[in-house]
C-alpha cells in the first residue's frame, strides 16, 4: 500500500501556487532544459517531479513521440503532476512513486535526467546522482537545480531562522559553515564545488555548475509567506507543533523582516539557484 509522506502535506499549496512558481522559475527551467538538451522525440526522466510544472515544458518539447517519466517520493504530489499533465493535453507524461536514492531505473536508458528543486532534500545526494546516472544511456545529459548557498538565499535563510526561533531550536549563524546546510536540507547542495565532486564521484563527465538569479516577484511579502506556509514542506513540519496561533506569529514575523524586498513594482525576493549539467559517458 501506498504511504503518505510529508510532502503530501504541501502538494496542494505547491500546486495552487502553480502560476505563480511557473513565473518565478520560467527562464531557469529552460535554462535546464538546453542544458539537459530535452529535444523532440527524447525520453526524459524528470526526478523529485512534484505536481509537474517543469513536466509540461518537458512533454512540449519531447512531443507527442517522446515520453517523460514524472517521479517523486509524495504519492499525493505525483497525483496532481498526472492530472495536471492530462489536462494540459501530454498523454506523454507517465508518473511512477520513487525516492530520488533507490530510483530502481537501472537500464532504462533515458536520454537525459532533470530534476527542479528537488534533489537537495536527499539525505544522501550521492545515491542520487549514481541513480540517475543508472538510468541514463551512454552520452546522456544530467541537468538539475538546488538552491545555492544560503548568502545568496536571503529569503531562505531569514525564514528559516525565524521559523527555529519560534520552534525554540538554536540559531544557525552564517559564519559557521554546514550550518543551513544540513543533508537533506534546503540549501544541502549550495557549493557550488561540492555539486562538481558529487556528479564526478558518480561517474559523470563534462561537469558544469553555476548560478542562475531567480528573483521571486510577488506583489508582497504576505503573498510570499502564503506560499511558504502551505507549500514549503521543511518549514511546516518545523512549526508544525506549536500551537495555531504561535504558528501564526512565526509567520507574521517573517512576513514583518522579509518586508525588507517591497519595491515600487511590488515585492521582489532575491533568490540564487544552482544549474549543473553532466553527461553520462
Ligand atoms: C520544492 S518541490 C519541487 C517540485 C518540482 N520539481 C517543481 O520544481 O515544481 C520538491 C519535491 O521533491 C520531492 N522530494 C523530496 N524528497 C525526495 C526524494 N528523496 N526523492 C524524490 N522526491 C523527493 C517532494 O515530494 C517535492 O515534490
Not at 517573517?254 to 549543473?276: A, H, I, K, R, Y
Amino acid at each position: 500500500m501506498v504511504q503518505a509522506h510529508p510532502w503530501d502535506k504541501a502538494a496542494a499549496g505547491w500546486n495552487s501556487h502553480a502560476v505563480a512558481i511557473r513565473t518565478w522559475l520560467r527562464g531557469a527551467t529552460q535554462a535546464m532544459l538546453d542544458a539537459a538538451q530535452v529535444q523532440a522525440g527524447a525520453r526524459v526522466l524528470d526526478i523529485a517531479a512534484g505536481a509537474g510544472d517543469q513536466s509540461l515544458d518537458i512533454a512540449q518539447r519531447v512531443g507527442q513521440h517522446g515520453l517523460v517519466l514524472a517521479t517523486d517520493i509524495s504519492p499525493g504530489i505525483l497525483a496532481l503532476a498526472k492530472a495536471n499533465a492530462m489536462a494540459a493535453g501530454y498523454p506523454q507524461v507517465n508518473t511512477q512513486l520513487a525516492d530520488a536514492q533507490s530510483l530502481g531505473l537501472a537500464g532504462a536508458n533515458f536520454d537525459a535526467a532533470v530534476s527542479r528543486l528537488g534533489l537537495m532534500f536527499c539525505r544522501e545526494p550521492q545515491r542520487a546522482f549514481q541513480q540517475a546516472h543508472a538510468a541514463l544511456k551512454p552520452n546522456g545529459r544530467l541537468a538539475a537545480l538546488v538552491f545555492a548557498q544560503p548568502q545568496h538565499n536571503p529569503c531562505l535563510v531569514i525564514s528559516i531562522a525565524t521559523a527555529r526561533k519560534h520552534a525554540g531550536l538554536p540559531p544557525l549563524s552564517l559564519d559557521r559553515p554546514g550550518d543551513y546546510c544540513e543533508p537533506g536540507s534546503l540549501m544541502s547542495l549550495g557549493q557550488p564545488a561540492l555539486l562538481a565532486s558529487l556528479l564526478a564521484d558518480a561517474g559523470f563527465v563534462d561537469v558544469k555548475v553555476g548560478p542562475v538569479a531567480a528573483p521571486f516577484g510577488l506583489p508582497s511579502a504576505q503573498h510570499y509567506i502564503d506560499f511558504l506556509r502551505s507549500a514549503a514542506s521543511p518549514l511546516m513540519v518545523m512549526l508544525a507543533q506549536l500551537s495555531v496561533p504561535a504558528q501564526q506569529a512565526a509567520w507574521d514575523d517573517m512576513v514583518e523582516q522579509l518586508s525588507q524586498f517591497n519595491t515600487s513594482d511590488g515585492w521582489v525576493g532575491p533568490n540564487e539557484l544552482l544549474l549543473c549539467s553532466a553527461r553520462a559517458p
